[in-house]
């Protein structure tokens, strides 16, 4: 029984990167109908920019967390504004290929020059007040080892999550946003500056992707595939949730990583594949996700 | 384009007097590097595989003597559907005479039965198991640089010698990760210990956290990674973030490379045991060829012992078909010469082929250094322990491989 608490907390630790990476991919996909394939080069980006700031000039982790996003989501904007908003209009399946392409490309010069193992990244000891030593070590809680970079990564992830979702169905702006995905000439004719909008909107979804790297940068080495290999269960999640729906790719990511967590524990060999099988089902049932509504 | 016709009836016309014997002085030689170029294992194989290839034959100067050595590689990305259709088009089309590398014991296993079929060669520098010297072994096969049992054998018998005597594996689930679990506990058992249990997790994942809590709470002494690469070092990484360590239990590196090492950083790596072949700083040779070969290195890495094995395993194999007076494009009929003649290299020393296809040559224990002892970037090694070859690998009497003779 202890041990099936400890593989709930640490499904819950896994699952809130998928909650964050699906998250950004469910916004992008609500306000530009783009697929965003290159995702997981963007996480990736982040773990490195991470690196980076570090090794090169001695940046910490928690400035990493807020520069990162912004230099990988600025990175982002360019793209937007170079090449995707070109395929405004058209069908998804042009948005998927053109960001496919652009993560091969990235993975691909990342991996030329860094090559395939990674490089370390320490989880930050600082700041030091008495016994603590930043965020490494670990807090025994009888049924399991935490360690504590996990605890700040669940609580952090279920921070950022909830306030991505209040920005978008609370605010004013998130209201501008909304209209402007379902009507772009109208909202224009209330004097507000659509294209710009969007990319703004991309250079957030892109910024929490780099976000979830750096989060992830002291637990999984930093290497160019790392997002490669995620991001197809982050895509599985984000169709379990219902495409474009933001509550809803939070929920699936959390529950998704907890569904696999017990599976690791019960039956190992098809730890990789339960969410697709999930997912298989859903699709059966309900093609629109569970909480997406029907086009 | 006469000239070019004129040539390629020629080149058809050397190729059939060849095949059918009557012209031994056929010396156009071709070499597939079949590796992981852009997945998990690209380190310690890949372009740094292709690399020693490269370096074998500029070294060997056939060149000079009328030879035409042609490279070529490719990216099997793990997958033996996809490795055994390269193979079977470079056999058929490109007329590949030798196979190098073949990193991941799937893709080998599935590689060796083609090689065998088609009459090519296969010097595996890349591949764990050891079922490629013993059931599966094959007169067109040589495994050069190491194996699932030399690994157990040594690093496995000294943590139990050193008190480890109950473990709890952690194993890759495919061919490779069932062959170091099987032979782990073999070793295990036969010196005294007993294995408590183990779990089996998919290639490449990325998070190990569920599985590491199960090994911490199943009290094991040792916990044995039976997996490679990126599953290692992630695996490593984790742990000492969960507390294993420090909670008293030991991590036990199967098989670690010294590009793992590298990636980890030795905060993390400290400390840890394991077997290799080969270490760029171990004597005058190895040292001179690595600083060769990391200078030609994209990223200035050391060789990989798989790497070294690449440069090694040619090495011989140029001598043999330069002592053959060239090359007869008979795989079998290569690699009995090659069993015959004792090899020797700067890299490996001075070692022998047995009749099942293994090399024989040295084992060495190692520890990863403490970051003060390190005196820079890849000096991480400590020698603690050397295993003589004969010693090292499954003895001949209890091999399950028919061209062994009992």
Known sequence: MQALYAQLLVGLINGSFYALLSLGLAVIFGMLNIINFAHGALYMMGAFCAYFLLNLAGIGYWWALIIAPIVVGIFGMILERTMLQWLAGLDHLYGLLLTFGIALIVQGVFQNYFGSSGLPYAIPDYPQIGDWRGLQGGINLGFMFLPIYRGWVVIFSLVVCLATWFLIEKTQLGAYLRAATENPTLVRAFGINVPRMITLTYGLGVGLAALAGVLSAPINQVRPLMGADLIIVVFAVVVIGGMGSIMGSIITGFALGVIEGLTKYFYPEASNTVVFVLMVLVLLVKPTGLTGRAA | ?406
């Not at chain 2, 067109?140 to 190491?146: A, D, S």
């Not at chain 2, 984790?238 to 590196?253: C, D, H």
């Not at chain 2, 001179?288 to 395993?313: D, H, L």
């Open chain 2, 1 to 406: 384009m006469k000239h070019r016709i004129s040539a390629l009836f020629l080149g058809t016309a050397l190729a059939l007097a060849a095949g059918s014997g009557a012209m031994a002085q056929d010396k156009t030689v071709k070499i597939g590097v079949l590796t992981d170029n852009s997945g998990l294992y690209s380190d310690l194989g890949g372009a740094g595989s292709t690399l020693a290839a490269q370096m074998a034959m500029e070294d060997s100067g056939l060149a000079a003597k009328g030879w035409k050595i042609d490279i070529v590689s490719a990216d099997h990305q793990n997958k033996p559907d996809i490795a055994t259709t390269i193979a079977r088009q470079w056999i058929d089309v490109e007329k590949v005479d030798i196979f190098m590398d073949v990193l991941n014991s799937g893709v080998a296993l599935a590689v060796n039965n083609l090689v065998k079929e088609k009459n090519a060669i296969m010097i595996n520098t890349g591949a764990a198991t050891s079922d490629l010297t013993n059931a599966q072994c094959s007169p067109n096969t040589i495994h050069w640089v190491y194996d699932t049992y030399m690994l157990a054998n040594s690093t496995g018998q000294a943590l139990v010698k050193a008190g480890g005597d109950t473990w709890y594996f952690l194993t890759a689930d495919y061919a490779f990760g069932h062959a170091l679990e099987r032979d782990t506990t073999a070793v295990v058992v036969k010196s005294g210990g007993k294995v408590i249990g183990g779990v089996k997790h998919p290639l490449n994942s990325s998070d190990f956290s569920s599985f590491l809590l199960q090994a911490q709470a199943s009290k094991a002494k040792i916990i044995g990674m039976a997996n490679a690469g990126g599953d290692t070092t992630n695996t490593i990484k984790q742990a000492a973030e969960f507390g294993i360590v420090a909670g008293g239990q030991k991590l036990a590196g199967l098989l670690l490379f010294i590009t793992d090492v590298h990636s980890l950083g030795l905060k993390v790596a400290q400390g840890l045991n394991f077997t290799e072949t080969f270490y760029w700083d171990l004597n005058d040779g190895t040292r001179a060829f690595s600083k060769r070969f990391s200078e030609r290195m994209k990223n200035k890495a050391m060789p990989s012992m798989v790497q070294a094995g690449v440069y090694s395993g040619l090495v011989h194999y140029f001598k043999t078909i330069d002592a053959m007076g060239g090359n007869p494009h008979d795989g079998a009929k290569v690699v009995a010469k090659m069993k015959e003649l004792p090899t020797d290299d700067a890299l490996f020393g001075k070692g022998t082929i047995r009749a099942d296809g293994r090399k024989i040559h040295p084992a060495y224990l190692f520890e990863v250094k403490k970051p003060a002892e390190s005196k820079g970037p890849w000096d991480y090694y400590k020698l603690i322990g050397t295993t003589p070859g004969e010693q090292a690998f499954r003895p001949l009497s209890e091999s399950a491989c028919p061209l062994v003779k009992k």
